[in-house]
């Protein structure tokens, strides 16, 4: 089951991947994490996070980016492979996923653009 947030933030990208990086639960669960700078000064910071949920016996994997591109920082979260079964219950694994990566970041957030 697939689940996406997007957030608008008040910081940098890089200064929101810092915190990100720093906190000791996401820390653990980063399998790859990436920064770019392009010519205009327009900066992307990417996450792949992984972590296994007991309540539905599956790994989640969560794709984190954030970026300046259009002038604000925008981070978008997806989380996918949190379903089980025939019809893909995940029992709030893939929102709970997004938490984890949203709750460092609160402060800083000044609009939640999307999330389904």
Known sequence: MKKYSEFKLNIEPFEAAMILTENS???ELIVFYDYKVADDDKRICLFVLEKFFLR???TASLTVTI??????TIMKCVSTGNGEGLFDIGWGAGRSFI???RHPLEAYIIEVIRED
């Open 25 to 27: 639960e996401i820390k």
């Open 56 to 58: 539905n016996s599956s």
């Open 67 to 72: 970026d300046n591109f259009e002038g604000e």
């Open 99 to 101: 938490n984890s990566a």
